[in-house]
């Protein structure tokens, strides 16, 4: 079924407010035959992760990766399935080691590399696409950010950062979600937190118990933050 097609059938990125300039660029990305390399740069709360989900959504063929695992399952995964569409989230968290080890995939669709003693020799579908997130490019090594056009998204105000928290969270109350989000803002401003948050609020929850939780995720999330550096 034709991409184009498909979104008419469905809200385009729902959980995501405004941008409406560049969910047409991404829709294009999507409906072109042409492989395409995009990277979404911005700080925390700027929709960034919210797109790559939302492609995800579209199309349940794309096969999401968290960045910062530069173990083999990301080679392992593309060379068993092959996806049509690659989506690499926080690629700035990503070693220099293996950044380089993608290079070739993101110019030519190939993959030829050996990455923990394991030999990689395989090319990616024609057309394939690779959308990828990160909060600092700098932290990018020049050649990987080269394979990519690049779109700088402002951080969302806290008003629009509210608003996200309640289409992402749609079964508490919007109280509470005003509350999650909220402590989030102050802490983090990632909206990937807002979900984590309200997978663990019971009905009986009160202010200080969100506090808490977030209190306690923010703590202990700071030697992973470190370790990430």
């Known amino acids: ?8 059938h469905k809200d385009e990125f729902q959980n995501i407010s405004g941008y409406q300039d560049i969910k ?7 409906e072109s035959e042409d492989s395409y390399n995009l990277l979404l740069c911005g700080p925390p709360a700027s929709a960034k992760t919210l797109f790559l989900l939302g492609i995800q959504e579209l199309d349940h063929n794309a096969i999401y990766f968290d960045a910062s695992n530069t173990t083999n399952r990301i080679l392992d995964v593309l060379q068993e399935q092959r996806p ?13 080691p293996f950044q380089n080890q993608l290079l ?5 669709g190939r993959v030829k590399v050996v990455q923990q003693r394991k030999f990689y020799d395989f090319e990616l579908i024609p057309g394939a696409k690779v959308f990828a997130t990160a909060n600092d490019i700098n932290r990018l090594s020049k050649p990987l950010a080269s394979r990519f056009r690049k779109l700088f998204l402002p951080q969302y105000t806290e008003i629009q950062f509210l608003q996200v928290a309640v289409k992402v969270l749609p079964k508490p109350k919007e109280e509470t979600v005003h509350i999650i989000a909220a402590q989030v803002w102050n ?9 984590s948050v309200g997978k663990l609020i019971r009905r009986s929850d009160t202010e200080e118990d ?3 939780i977030i209190e306690t995720m ?3 999330g700071k030697m992973e933050m470190e370790n990430a550096k």
């Not at 079924?1 to 008419?8: G, Q, V």
């Not at 802490?187 to 979900?195: A, L």
């Open 84 to 96: 049509p569409i690659i989506l690499l989230d926080e690629l700035d968290k990503m070693s220099r």
């Open 104 to 108: 070739n995939f993101l110019e030519n």
């Open 210 to 212: 969100i506090r808490q």
């Open 187 to 195: 802490t983090s401003k990632d909206v990937r937190d807002v979900i």
């Open 1 to 8: 079924m034709n991409i184009l097609k498909l979104f008419k």
């Open 218 to 220: 923010s703590k202990y």
């Open 24 to 30: 047409n660029i991404i829709i294009r990305a999507l």
